[in-house]
């Protein structure tokens, strides 16, 4: 967190030069240094290559739609998306090659009730196991998995950032206000904080989610304010305190500075650091809340990962294991990894921004 | 360092529970043994004893009832799985506002009415009546049923059924304000169309129905005459004392009713649950429909006891069976989720997984891999639909519904894009109800649309449009092979550019097929030139949205649901969805559309004023109203799923080929056969 | 100390009902009520819909709803249930109340004593493959996705090795005779559990004035094994035994599932808790004292190491508890949990609002208990109050 | 090899002591070929500015040196027993029994969660010959405690209870509490107050007098050292750079750097002098400078001083220090101008 200071500190005594050369002179200076220090990790490491695939992933998903699967919406579409590979079979008493043939009961399981021996009925395919058109296959409605599977990570990337950005810029807000003013404020803040960090936020979300409409975009907002005014508050509060004792603030004072001048010009700023740190795990809660809320199907997401779970388990694909592995792993994997991925990153970058935990 | 032993003692409490529970189950097994053989034994009298002596709560539950019924008992156990509790043990409840269809597995089963609809045929046939439903009479101003009823028929305690327990549940359903389906069962109100003023004992087993104006065969006998009778013997002293509460309603729902001893007069009576993980049924041995004989003749005839009560008879049998019930007890062992379900119907833990949504694809797949089960196969009595708001532009315009009619390939979107879990209807009465199903009718209706492919609809569709006064801001193109290249920007014939048409459905977490189905309408809405949006909605926003409540603005452009249908054996269903009575902004009813059409209404009002008798004039009044429908359009019908059903090989059923599955039968308790 | 904790359960306790409020308007202000329930029912008349909502009290004015709400609050009953109706609210969550709270406290238990032990060996071991293998595995188990893991328990173990049941409680077979409710059998097993911690507690406190350690361990331990053999032997002869083991033989695969993502938790948490504890001084002292190596480990760096752990309690607690809510789901284990989820799919606002306020309840015991216990442990909080 | 125990035969001796610190950059030297000897009931000071080594050498002969942390070679001989070659259990032993410390942050050396009372007693049960009961054990901790003078039921209380200086004089006490022959005090009275400081030396020098054991002081506080020492020895980059008698080093200090340290330190009780600084920052042991490692800084180094490394001599009887140029240390104190 020194850094970002030096910055501040040291931007200020520029005479000659233009300031955002020398801000970004020190910014890329620090980069430097805290990736020394990250690179350290070789867990932080695996989690910026973990991030980066998703990320290439989730970029890849409207390349793909754009370039390769142009005009095959109707086939590679995560959500309306449907291979139709279908098949014509016979109606037969005894099934003998069940690739041609089917029984009475599975052509009434297309709807024809009636169906009479020799009778030809066209059946669909699916979920199909991967093959080269579908490199993961299909799901239980003909939707091509490895679709599902990039637009997924989009959607991921998405809620974690609204998610991780909301949370981050209250509990900023909220830390440097109660930090700063104290007395009343400060004990409301709290309580408040305390009380949200202490009640489930999954229940609460379940019953707010199948109360009321939520999407991406509410649900991120929903879970930045609560963890927002919560968990992180309390944290980026006891940071901006240690701030709040820095000489730099009485000399801003002094130098007349009102309040919102000194939160914004210099508490903020030092508290920033370690804001970035809680946004990594912040986007790890925030797709698991998504995650779990879908596979409950409380949310109103076109695609997730947490739909593709829910789908491959209400369509009773889940307890197939590894028959249907293409239905169960990809994207339970896809939420662990991306999830674990953030989580990495954020351990190692509490050595940086902690420089008590540094190898000594 | 004293201090630590706190932490050591969570460990050894944690050691010690675990050990007493390691040494619980050793001694289970021989403890497990004993306990079986005092229970076979003699019977109930040792659970009961035990139950006194141990818990205080179950100290009144020592009743004849119980007792009785468990005691003679010779049959099998029929183990149902099921994968959601019930709510209440309450038969007024079941029947009120706690009326699930789990409620309906366990308590449907256990109360007689004058008249039930005998299935797989859908007839109506007598119960505690005799002979066919009366005639109604017209009295002075009033219109009067006098119906005489079994002397033999008791309850499951031996006691008889009498008229006076149907006054009873008419004067309770009435005094006590009661409402869900005891309101459409005994319409007590004076909104009710006809109004039932009074019931009343003529003797012991003659009942007198009392109505305010003609009951038409919807009324009589199929809602008064299919409703349950309640026993009034354990009910009176708390309906008494429930008439001077504050809210008689909610003290009759919330009496516990096992407490009280409810009877039984159906084949089995309700016997306690463990709530969260199993509900029991036993058999009613005093049942007094036991060894019933049915046939049901391929030509539609039903024959009971030997005795023709509809068609005339002979020919090939469809079915023929006696009624039971030949199991011991009634097992609903409740399962959370589906696929646990399955697999313990796989490894013959349960006999039969009672679902009302059927199994889904996956475990289908599983069921027909696992060789000791069989399956049922069933159309269901329902549909899924698009909705128009008749209202406003464009839905008000026939020839904009009638064009997306054209455009809706429902033959591709249930096998290519839906998998083929579902399949395409082009009427309203659905083709499992093969009582008035009219497979020639629906068959030329669907030959209009079928095989068309996406060109020849769309210019089918453009030219119903244009003949409709529609225009677009850039004309569609055909170019000298036929291929049309759609218009862009549909104009109303009123000259309005039509605004962004939202489809709403329930999204894909809820039902994947009607969001699936509701995107690719939107795409077909596209190549019309209106700007659509598919917007996945949650059921209760979708539900909010199209009936706001009475004297509320209806504003939706169109939405998907799907309608589950009440009474197969009496359809009343067009009536409820398009009479202009039902409006939902005036009546709260049925009609979402706002369809008011005076030709449909008038065909409607006749069917309603047909007695149950007249059963073919009302069929072709129902195939008269669809004629009309699928003109209009109000709805487009657009597809259903089957429903699946797996049981073990162990057990029998007297049939398997009816509407909606075994499921609707609540299991077949009756029945069933190991 | 006391007045502190009190204080701060007051002011929580006062924003908790602020909290309530917002959710009562926020839930009724949604689109629709449950006499929705009546429109999939074309055969239903609207009045029933009418009767319905006044019974429901869902004709009235929002503002004497919640009114009503407040009274019900007040007076512990909750109101009513709208999916269970006339049911009182308080009646079903005290159904579902044992239930989740042996799931809880075993999960809790077993993760805190297994994960402490392996975070403190693991912390031991810096640097050795004993180590990476833990500390990755528990990455995986602490990032994984709970209900993906839990299918995938439930697949491996109930499915494909068949060795426990698929969800359920218990074996209804067993059951259909029982003189016992499963929730008496809970209750007892609870209470035994709890008699035996009393006990065990009492030993402990009766011994503490012996001042010598040798003899001191002698009657401790010899209590001890009385404490284990009145607990064994009571289970052995009580006739609850074979429905207590019918249970209990249900809860491993949930509780097994339940308690690896929380040990995975516990574990990292202690090895870094661990870690800053070794670098104090008094360790450095405990070792130039020629204390072995065993004893610094267990006795001075572990005890201390407890104390962040026990603080990072009150945080997991609301973890443990939507975790649970996942387990009771796919192990269709009926407590709070599915009440609460059952409850919100079928609109039932009361038992919703009832089960939300229940878990928070929960939670700030919980809080409570672990404030307390923290208080125990480190008596530099412990001698000011 | 058995040898004789008298008063003459130095108790403890170093001999040759090299040790390092493996870091990710490379080698440190932390302590360079030193040498000593402690008679028994003696006490030495060891004195240098911080990072010279003193402490390293402490933490090598009781052998808790951080993992990173390699003797090269050397002898530490105690009794005629080579410290360094006993095995980590019997040296788990010795520890305490024969040598024990008060260490600098006398503040963090309890842990917080036990009684003071408790933490002495462990020692004493690992390390008696015969384990005490706990009222034995509770008696030998009153007396102690009464040495040291705080109340002996301050035992039953926890280490939060008790002030800094309360703290230390625990310490103490627990560092007597197996009565060892050695007792190295790594700055003592750092963290306290001038008056505790005092009191604490004090109390330090009496038990020592009194009990007759040896006693390693190590201060950067040179000051503190001469109080209560009769041997010292300067350190400075991980050498020894003189050892003597400590009236004769503070006497006449013959190594530039002692000179220098000497007359940076104000003196209580000696002549007024102003102060010299001591330029320039200590040497980096990653790469020591070659010959002499003072010699960056020393104002009398010449070309041999950078060259070749100067040997520990002794220049009188008892008195010996390393450096080419010692004639040319001025005998008083350096005077600024």
Same mark, same amino acid.
């Given at each position: 967190?020194?850094?970002?200071?030096?910055?501040?500190?040291?931007?200020?005594?520029?005479?000659?030069?233009?300031?955002?050369?020398?801000?970004?002179?020190?910014?890329?200076?620090?980069?430097?240094?805290?990736?020394?220090?990250?690179?350290?990790?070789?867990?932080?490491?695996?989690?910026?290559?973990?991030?980066?695939?998703?990320?290439?992933?989730?970029?890849?998903?409207?390349?793909?739609?754009?370039?390769?699967?142009?005009?095959?919406?109707?086939?590679?579409?995560?959500?309306?998306?449907?291979?139709?590979?279908?098949?014509?079979?016979?109606?037969?008493?005894?099934?003998?090659?069940?690739?041609?043939?089917?029984?009475?009961?599975?052509?009434?399981?297309?709807?024809?009730?009636?169906?009479?021996?020799?009778?030809?009925?066209?059946?669909?395919?699916?979920?199909?196991?991967?093959?080269?058109?579908?490199?993961?296959?299909?799901?239980?409605?003909?939707?091509?998995?490895?679709?599902?599977?990039?637009?997924?990570?989009?959607?991921?990337?998405?809620?974690?950032?609204?998610?991780?950005?909301?949370?981050?810029?209250?509990?900023?807000?909220?830390?440097?206000?109660?930090?700063?003013?104290?007395?009343?404020?400060?004990?409301?803040?709290?309580?408040?904080?305390?009380?949200?960090?202490?009640?489930?936020?999954?229940?609460?979300?379940?019953?707010?989610?199948?109360?009321?409409?939520?999407?991406?975009?509410?649900?991120?907002?929903?879970?930045?304010?609560?963890?927002?005014?919560?968990?992180?508050?309390?944290?980026?509060?006891?940071?901006?305190?240690?701030?709040?004792?820095?000489?730099?603030?009485?000399?801003?004072?002094?130098?007349?500075?009102?309040?919102?001048?000194?939160?914004?010009?210099?508490?903020?700023?030092?508290?920033?650091?370690?804001?970035?740190?809680?946004?990594?795990?912040?986007?790890?809660?925030?797709?698991?809340?998504?995650?779990?809320?879908?596979?409950?199907?409380?949310?109103?997401?076109?695609?997730?990962?947490?739909?593709?779970?829910?789908?491959?388990?209400?369509?009773?694909?889940?307890?197939?294991?590894?028959?249907?592995?293409?239905?169960?792993?990809?994207?339970?994997?896809?939420?662990?990894?991306?999830?674990?991925?953030?989580?990495?990153?954020?351990?190692?970058?509490?050595?940086?921004?902690?420089?008590?935990?540094?190898?000594? | 360092?004293?201090?630590?032993?706190?932490?050591?003692?969570?460990?050894?409490?944690?050691?010690?529970?675990?050990?007493?529970?390691?040494?619980?189950?050793?001694?289970?097994?021989?403890?497990?043994?004993?306990?079986?053989?005092?229970?076979?034994?003699?019977?109930?009298?040792?659970?009961?004893?035990?139950?006194?002596?141990?818990?205080?709560?179950?100290?009144?539950?020592?009743?004849?009832?119980?007792?009785?019924?468990?005691?003679?008992?010779?049959?099998?156990?029929?183990?149902?799985?099921?994968?959601?509790?019930?709510?209440?043990?309450?038969?007024?409840?079941?029947?009120?506002?706690?009326?699930?269809?789990?409620?309906?597995?366990?308590?449907?089963?256990?109360?007689?009415?004058?008249?039930?609809?005998?299935?797989?045929?859908?007839?109506?046939?007598?119960?505690?009546?005799?002979?066919?439903?009366?005639?109604?009479?017209?009295?002075?101003?009033?219109?009067?049923?006098?119906?005489?009823?079994?002397?033999?028929?008791?309850?499951?305690?031996?006691?008889?059924?009498?008229?006076?327990?149907?006054?009873?549940?008419?004067?309770?359903?009435?005094?006590?304000?009661?409402?869900?389906?005891?309101?459409?069962?005994?319409?007590?109100?004076?909104?009710?169309?006809?109004?039932?003023?009074?019931?009343?004992?003529?003797?012991?087993?003659?009942?007198?129905?009392?109505?305010?104006?003609?009951?038409?065969?919807?009324?009589?006998?199929?809602?008064?005459?299919?409703?349950?009778?309640?026993?009034?013997?354990?009910?009176?002293?708390?309906?008494?004392?429930?008439?001077?509460?504050?809210?008689?309603?909610?003290?009759?729902?919330?009496?516990?009713?096992?407490?009280?001893?409810?009877?039984?007069?159906?084949?089995?009576?309700?016997?306690?649950?463990?709530?969260?993980?199993?509900?029991?049924?036993?058999?009613?041995?005093?049942?007094?429909?036991?060894?019933?004989?049915?046939?049901?003749?391929?030509?539609?005839?039903?024959?009971?006891?030997?005795?023709?009560?509809?068609?005339?008879?002979?020919?090939?049998?469809?079915?023929?069976?006696?009624?039971?019930?030949?199991?011991?007890?009634?097992?609903?062992?409740?399962?959370?989720?589906?696929?646990?379900?399955?697999?313990?119907?796989?490894?013959?833990?349960?006999?039969?997984?009672?679902?009302?949504?059927?199994?889904?694809?996956?475990?289908?797949?599983?069921?027909?891999?696992?060789?000791?089960?069989?399956?049922?196969?069933?159309?269901?009595?329902?549909?899924?639909?698009?909705?128009?708001?008749?209202?406003?532009?464009?839905?008000?315009?026939?020839?904009?519904?009638?064009?997306?009619?054209?455009?809706?390939?429902?033959?591709?979107?249930?096998?290519?894009?839906?998998?083929?879990?579902?399949?395409?209807?082009?009427?309203?009465?659905?083709?499992?109800?093969?009582?008035?199903?009219?497979?020639?009718?629906?068959?030329?209706?669907?030959?209009?649309?079928?095989?068309?492919?996406?060109?020849?609809?769309?210019?089918?569709?453009?030219?119903?449009?244009?003949?409709?006064?529609?225009?677009?801001?850039?004309?569609?193109?055909?170019?000298?092979?036929?291929?049309?290249?759609?218009?862009?920007?549909?104009?109303?014939?009123?000259?309005?550019?039509?605004?962004?048409?939202?489809?709403?459905?329930?999204?894909?977490?809820?039902?994947?097929?009607?969001?699936?189905?509701?995107?690719?309408?939107?795409?077909?809405?596209?190549?019309?030139?209106?700007?659509?949006?598919?917007?996945?909605?949650?059921?209760?926003?979708?539900?909010?949205?199209?009936?706001?409540?009475?004297?509320?603005?209806?504003?939706?452009?169109?939405?998907?649901?799907?309608?589950?249908?009440?009474?197969?054996?009496?359809?009343?269903?067009?009536?409820?969805?398009?009479?202009?009575?039902?409006?939902?902004?005036?009546?709260?009813?049925?009609?979402?559309?706002?369809?008011?059409?005076?030709?449909?209404?008038?065909?409607?009002?006749?069917?309603?004023?047909?007695?149950?008798?007249?059963?073919?004039?009302?069929?072709?009044?129902?195939?008269?109203?669809?004629?009309?429908?699928?003109?209009?359009?109000?709805?487009?019908?657009?597809?259903?799923?089957?429903?699946?059903?797996?049981?073990?090989?162990?057990?029998?059923?007297?049939?398997?080929?009816?509407?909606?599955?075994?499921?609707?039968?609540?299991?077949?308790?009756?029945?069933?056969?190991? | 100390?006391?007045?502190?904790?009190?204080?701060?359960?007051?002011?929580?306790?006062?924003?908790?009902?602020?909290?309530?409020?917002?959710?009562?308007?926020?839930?009724?202000?949604?689109?629709?009520?449950?006499?929705?329930?009546?429109?999939?029912?074309?055969?239903?008349?609207?009045?029933?819909?009418?009767?319905?909502?006044?019974?429901?009290?869902?004709?009235?004015?929002?503002?004497?709803?919640?009114?009503?709400?407040?009274?019900?609050?007040?007076?512990?009953?909750?109101?009513?249930?709208?999916?269970?109706?006339?049911?009182?609210?308080?009646?079903?969550?005290?159904?579902?109340?044992?239930?989740?709270?042996?799931?809880?406290?075993?999960?809790?238990?077993?993760?805190?004593?297994?994960?402490?032990?392996?975070?403190?060996?693991?912390?031991?071991?810096?640097?050795?493959?004993?180590?990476?293998?833990?500390?990755?595995?528990?990455?995986?188990?602490?990032?994984?996705?709970?209900?993906?893991?839990?299918?995938?328990?439930?697949?491996?173990?109930?499915?494909?090795?068949?060795?426990?049941?698929?969800?359920?409680?218990?074996?209804?077979?067993?059951?259909?005779?029982?003189?016992?409710?499963?929730?008496?059998?809970?209750?007892?097993?609870?209470?035994?559990?709890?008699?035996?911690?009393?006990?065990?507690?009492?030993?402990?406190?009766?011994?503490?004035?012996?001042?010598?350690?040798?003899?001191?361990?002698?009657?401790?331990?010899?209590?001890?094994?009385?404490?284990?053999?009145?607990?064994?032997?009571?289970?052995?002869?009580?006739?609850?035994?074979?429905?207590?083991?019918?249970?209990?033989?249900?809860?491993?695969?949930?509780?097994?599932?339940?308690?690896?993502?929380?040990?995975?938790?516990?574990?990292?948490?202690?090895?870094?808790?661990?870690?800053?504890?070794?670098?104090?001084?008094?360790?450095?002292?405990?070792?130039?004292?020629?204390?072995?190596?065993?004893?610094?480990?267990?006795?001075?760096?572990?005890?201390?190491?407890?104390?962040?752990?026990?603080?990072?309690?009150?945080?997991?607690?609301?973890?443990?508890?939507?975790?649970?809510?996942?387990?009771?789901?796919?192990?269709?284990?009926?407590?709070?949990?599915?009440?609460?989820?059952?409850?919100?799919?079928?609109?039932?606002?009361?038992?919703?609002?009832?089960?939300?306020?229940?878990?928070?309840?929960?939670?700030?015991?919980?809080?409570?208990?672990?404030?307390?216990?923290?208080?125990?442990?480190?008596?530099?909080?412990?001698?000011?109050? | 090899?058995?040898?004789? *125990?008298?008063? @003459?035969?130095? $108790?403890? =001796?170093?001999?040759?002591?090299?040790?390092?610190? !493996?870091? %990710?950059?490379?080698? /440190?030297?932390?302590?360079?070929?030193?040498?000593?000897?402690?008679?028994?009931?003696?006490?030495?000071?060891?004195?240098?500015?911080?990072?010279?080594?003193?402490?390293?050498?402490?933490?090598?002969?009781?052998?808790?040196?951080?993992?990173?942390?390699?003797?090269?070679?050397?002898?530490?001989?105690?009794?005629?027993?080579?410290?360094?070659?006993?095995?980590?259990?019997?040296?788990?032993?010795?520890?305490?029994?024969?040598?024990?410390?008060?260490?600098?942050?006398?503040?963090?050396?309890?842990?917080?969660?036990?009684?003071?009372?408790?933490?002495?007693?462990?020692?004493?049960?690992?390390?008696?010959?015969?384990?005490?009961?706990?009222?034995?054990?509770?008696?030998?901790?009153?007396?102690?405690?009464?040495? *040291?003078?705080? @109340?002996?039921? $301050?035992? =039953?209380?926890?280490?939060?209870?008790?002030?800094? !200086?309360? %703290?230390?004089?625990? /310490?103490?006490?627990?560092?007597?509490?197996?009565?060892?022959?050695?007792?190295?005090?790594?700055?003592?009275?750092?963290?306290?107050?001038?008056?505790?400081?005092?009191?604490?030396?004090?109390?330090?020098?009496?038990?020592?007098?009194?009990?007759?054991?040896?006693?390693?002081?190590?201060?950067?506080?040179?000051?503190?050292?001469?109080?209560?020492?009769?041997?010292?020895?300067?350190?400075?980059?991980?050498?020894?750079?003189?050892?003597?008698?400590?009236?004769?080093?503070?006497?006449?200090?013959?190594?530039?750097?002692?000179?220098?340290?000497?007359?940076?330190?104000?003196?209580?009780?000696?002549?007024?002098?102003?102060?010299?600084?001591?330029?320039?920052?200590?040497?980096?042991?990653?790469?020591?400078?070659?010959?002499?490692?003072?010699?960056?800084?020393?104002?009398?180094?010449?070309?041999?001083?950078?060259?070749?490394?100067?040997?520990?001599?002794?220049?009188?009887?008892?008195?010996?220090?390393?450096?080419?140029?010692?004639?040319?240390?001025?005998?008083?104190?350096?005077?600024?101008?």
């Amino acid at each position: 967190m020194t850094d970002v200071r030096d910055t501040d500190m040291m931007g200020a005594e520029v005479l000659d030069e233009s300031l955002w050369k020398i801000r970004m002179r020190l910014l890329w200076r620090s980069f430097k240094r805290n990736w020394a220090l990250f690179s350290q990790s070789k867990m932080g490491v695996v989690g910026v290559v973990i991030v980066g695939f998703f990320g290439f992933l989730a970029i890849l998903h409207p390349i793909l739609m754009a370039t390769a699967w142009k005009g095959q919406e109707a086939i590679y579409d995560p959500v309306i998306g449907a291979d139709s590979v279908i098949v014509e079979k016979t109606v037969v008493t005894e099934v003998t090659d069940p690739s041609t043939e089917m029984s009475f009961t599975e052509a009434m399981i297309t709807g024809e009730f009636f169906p009479e021996e020799g009778m030809i009925i066209e059946v669909p395919i699916a979920p199909a196991p991967p093959n080269a058109k579908h490199l993961l296959g299909t799901d239980p409605f003909g939707r091509d998995i490895f679709s599902q599977l990039m637009f997924g990570a989009r959607a991921a990337f998405i809620l974690g950032v609204i998610a991780a950005t909301s949370a981050v810029v209250l509990a900023t807000v909220v830390g440097s206000v109660a930090a700063y003013y104290g007395g009343w404020m400060d004990t409301w803040l709290m309580r408040q904080a305390d009380l949200i960090l202490l009640l489930p936020l999954l229940p609460l979300l379940i019953v707010i989610g199948s109360f009321w409409e939520i999407g991406l975009w509410q649900l991120g907002i929903l879970i930045g304010i609560l963890s927002g005014l919560g968990a992180t508050a309390i944290i980026l509060k006891s940071q901006a305190l240690s701030v709040k004792v820095k000489p730099f603030n009485d000399a801003a004072r002094v130098a007349g500075g009102g309040n919102r001048h000194i939160i914004v010009r210099h508490i903020i700023p030092n508290v920033l650091p370690l804001s970035f740190l809680f946004m990594m795990f912040e986007v790890t809660g925030a797709i698991f809340l998504e995650a779990t809320l879908s596979f409950f199907g409380l949310l109103s997401i076109p695609m997730s990962w947490g739909i593709m779970i829910n789908t491959s388990h209400t369509q009773g694909y889940t307890l197939f294991g590894l028959r249907a592995w293409w239905l169960l792993f990809p994207a339970g994997l896809a939420v662990t990894l991306f999830a674990a991925g953030f989580f990495l990153i954020g351990r190692a970058m509490d050595v940086v921004v902690n420089p008590r935990l540094r190898t000594r | 360092m004293t201090r630590l032993w706190r932490n050591r003692s969570v460990a050894l409490m944690v050691l010690l529970v675990v050990l007493a529970m390691v040494a619980a189950a050793c001694t289970s097994d021989s403890d497990d043994t004993t306990t079986t053989t005092a229970a076979a034994g003699d019977g109930g009298e040792t659970t009961t004893t035990a139950a006194a002596t141990e818990t205080t709560e179950a100290t009144e539950a020592t009743d004849a009832t119980t007792t009785t019924a468990a005691a003679a008992a010779t049959g099998f156990t029929y183990t149902l799985g099921m994968t959601s509790d019930i709510v209440s043990n309450n038969y007024w409840a079941y029947i009120g506002p706690d009326g699930t269809v789990y409620m309906q597995y366990v308590f449907g089963p256990t109360k007689p009415s004058l008249f039930t609809i005998q299935y797989p045929g859908l007839i109506v046939a007598p119960d505690v009546a005799v002979g066919l439903p009366a005639e109604p009479v017209e009295e002075g101003d009033v219109w009067t049923i006098t119906q005489s009823m079994r002397p033999d028929y008791v309850w499951s305690d031996g006691s008889p059924l009498t008229a006076h327990d149907v006054v009873f549940t008419y004067t309770t359903v009435r005094d006590a304000g009661l409402g869900g389906d005891w309101i459409s069962a005994y319409p007590y109100t004076d909104t009710s169309e006809p109004q039932l003023t009074n019931v009343e004992a003529v003797d012991d087993y003659t009942v007198k129905y009392t109505y305010a104006s003609f009951p038409g065969g919807a009324v009589w006998p199929h809602n008064t005459g299919v409703a349950s009778i309640m026993p009034k013997a354990p009910w009176e002293a708390i309906v008494t004392e429930a008439l001077a509460s504050e809210d008689p309603g909610a003290t009759i729902y919330g009496a516990d009713a096992f407490e009280i001893g409810d009877l039984s007069g159906g084949p089995v009576n309700y016997n306690g649950r463990e709530e969260g993980a199993f509900v029991e049924n036993v058999a009613n041995t005093a049942y007094s429909n036991a060894g019933m004989e049915h046939i049901f003749y391929v030509n539609g005839s039903y024959e009971q006891n030997g005795q023709l009560y509809f068609g005339e008879g002979g020919g090939d049998v469809l079915s023929a069976y006696k009624d039971g019930p030949f199991l011991d007890r009634t097992a609903f062992s409740i399962y959370g989720d589906q696929a646990a379900a399955m697999l313990a119907l796989a490894d013959g833990e349960i006999d039969y997984w009672i679902n009302p949504l059927g199994v889904s694809p996956g475990l289908r797949q599983q069921g027909l891999e696992a060789e000791n089960l069989d399956v049922a196969v069933n159309p269901t009595n329902g549909f899924r639909y698009l909705a128009f708001n008749l209202r406003k532009s464009p839905g008000k315009f026939l020839e904009y519904r009638q064009a997306l009619a054209y455009m809706i390939d429902k033959e591709f979107l249930t096998k290519n894009v839906l998998q083929g879990v579902a399949f395409p209807l082009y009427v309203l009465v659905p083709e499992g109800n093969q009582a008035w199903y009219n497979e020639e009718f629906a068959e030329e209706v669907a030959a209009k649309y079928v095989g068309l492919d996406e060109n020849t609809r769309l210019q089918l569709a453009n030219e119903t449009l244009v003949a409709g006064g529609f225009t677009w801001e850039t004309d569609p193109v055909t170019d000298e092979d036929g291929v049309i290249t759609p218009g862009v920007g549909l104009i109303d014939p009123d000259g309005v550019k039509l605004v962004q048409q939202e489809i709403m459905a329930p999204p894909a977490s809820y039902d994947p097929l009607r969001a699936t189905a509701a995107l690719w309408i939107e795409g077909w809405m596209e190549k019309l030139g209106i700007d659509a949006k598919a917007n996945p909605t949650d059921f209760n926003t979708i539900v909010a949205k199209v009936w706001p409540g009475i004297g509320e603005e209806i504003t939706f452009d169109t939405y998907i649901l799907g309608w589950s249908l009440g009474n197969p054996a009496w359809p009343t269903f067009h009536e409820s969805f398009f009479h202009t009575r039902h409006w939902a902004e005036t009546d709260d009813g049925g009609n979402a559309t706002g369809y008011s059409d005076a030709e449909f209404d008038q065909l409607a009002d006749d069917m309603f004023a047909l007695k149950v008798s007249e059963q073919d004039a009302a069929y072709d009044k129902i195939w008269e109203m669809e004629a009309k429908l699928v003109e209009d359009l109000p709805y487009i019908v657009l597809f259903d799923t089957p429903i699946t059903e797996f049981f073990t090989k162990d057990v029998t059923f007297p049939f398997t080929s009816t509407l909606s599955g075994i499921q609707a039968l609540a299991g077949m308790q009756g029945n069933v056969a190991k | 100390m006391v007045r502190f904790i009190g204080k701060r359960l007051l002011q929580m306790g006062l924003l908790f009902i602020v909290f309530l409020t917002i959710l009562f308007f926020l839930l009724n202000a949604q689109p629709g009520d449950i006499s929705q329930q009546f429109v999939g029912n074309p055969d239903i008349p609207p009045e029933a819909k009418e009767i319905l909502r006044a019974r429901l009290g869902l004709d009235q004015p929002l503002f004497f709803q919640y009114l009503n709400y407040v009274k019900n609050v007040l007076t512990l009953n909750l109101g009513q249930s709208f999916d269970h109706f006339p049911r009182p609210v308080s009646e079903i969550l005290l159904q579902a109340l044992p239930r989740t709270l042996y799931l809880f406290l075993t999960a809790t238990l077993l993760s805190y004593l297994v994960g402490f032990q392996t975070g403190k060996l693991v912390a031991w071991k810096r640097d050795t493959p004993i180590e990476r293998f833990t500390m990755v595995g528990s990455i995986i188990l602490y990032t994984v996705f709970y209900p993906w893991f839990a299918i995938l328990m439930l697949w491996f173990f109930g499915s494909k090795l068949g060795l426990f049941p698929l969800g359920k409680f218990l074996d209804p077979e067993k059951w259909f005779d029982s003189p016992y409710t499963a929730n008496q059998v809970f209750n007892m097993m609870l209470l035994s559990a709890l008699v035996a911690a009393i006990l065990v507690g009492a030993v402990y406190w009766f011994t503490h004035k012996i001042v010598e350690p040798k003899p001191r361990q002698r009657a401790r331990r010899l209590l001890l094994a009385l404490v284990a053999i009145g607990m064994v032997v009571f289970w052995m002869v009580s006739p609850m035994s074979q429905y207590a083991a019918d249970i209990a033989y249900h809860t491993i695969l949930p509780v097994t599932t339940l308690t690896l993502v929380f040990y995975a938790a516990i574990t990292l948490l202690t090895r870094s808790s661990m870690l800053e504890t070794l670098r104090e001084d008094y360790i450095f002292t405990a070792r130039a004292k020629g204390v072995p190596e065993k004893v610094i480990r267990d006795r001075h760096a572990a005890r201390n190491a407890l104390l962040p752990v026990t603080t990072s309690f009150v945080l997991s607690i609301a973890a443990v508890i939507g975790g649970g809510i996942v387990t009771e789901s796919i192990f269709s284990w009926p407590g709070l949990g599915l009440t609460l989820l059952n409850a919100v799919t079928a609109e039932d606002i009361p038992v919703a609002m009832g089960a939300l306020a229940f878990i928070g309840f929960l939670a700030l015991v919980a809080h409570l208990i672990a404030d307390i216990l923290y208080a125990v442990l480190d008596p530099r909080i412990r001698v000011e109050s | 090899m058995t040898q004789t *125990v008298s008063r @003459d035969t130095p $108790m403890l =001796e170093v001999r040759n002591l090299v040790m390092n610190y !493996g870091t %990710k950059d490379g080698m /440190v030297s932390a302590v360079e070929d030193v040498s000593f000897t402690l008679a028994r009931g003696d006490s030495l000071g060891l004195v240098g500015e911080s990072g010279c080594g003193k402490t390293s050498i402490a933490l090598s002969l009781i052998r808790l040196l951080p993992d990173n942390a390699v003797v090269k070679q050397g002898e530490v001989i105690l009794d005629g027993e080579n410290m360094l070659e006993l095995s980590p259990e019997e040296m788990r032993m010795r520890r305490w029994d024969d040598i024990s410390m008060v260490f600098q942050g006398a503040m963090n050396s309890w842990n917080p969660v036990y009684r003071v009372g408790d933490q002495i007693r462990e020692a004493i049960d690992i390390h008696w010959d015969e384990k005490p009961t706990v009222r034995e054990a509770n008696a030998k901790i009153a007396e102690l405690f009464e040495l *040291v003078g705080i @109340d002996p039921s $301050m035992m =039953e209380r926890y280490p939060h209870e008790f002030s800094g !200086g309360m %703290k230390q004089r625990a /310490v103490i006490a627990m560092a007597l509490s197996c009565d060892p022959k050695i007792i190295i005090a790594d700055e003592p009275t750092t963290a306290l107050d001038v008056i505790v400081q005092e009191q604490v030396l004090e109390e330090l020098r009496q038990i020592q007098h009194d009990l007759g054991m040896s006693i390693i002081y190590i201060s950067h506080d040179i000051a503190v050292i001469a109080e209560i020492t009769n041997h010292i020895g300067v350190m400075y980059a991980g050498k020894l750079v003189e050892y003597g008698p400590t009236v004769d080093v503070f006497a006449r200090p013959r190594h530039p750097y002692s000179w220098l340290l000497l007359s940076s330190t104000p003196s209580v009780t000696g002549p007024r002098m102003k102060l010299a600084p001591l330029e320039g920052e200590p040497p980096n042991l990653l790469d020591p400078p070659s010959g002499c490692r003072f010699h960056p800084r020393c104002p009398f180094a010449t070309d041999r001083c950078v060259a070749e490394e100067p040997p520990m001599e002794d220049i009188v009887e008892g008195h010996r220090l390393a450096c080419w140029n010692h004639d040319q240390v001025p005998t008083t104190a350096k005077e600024t101008e």
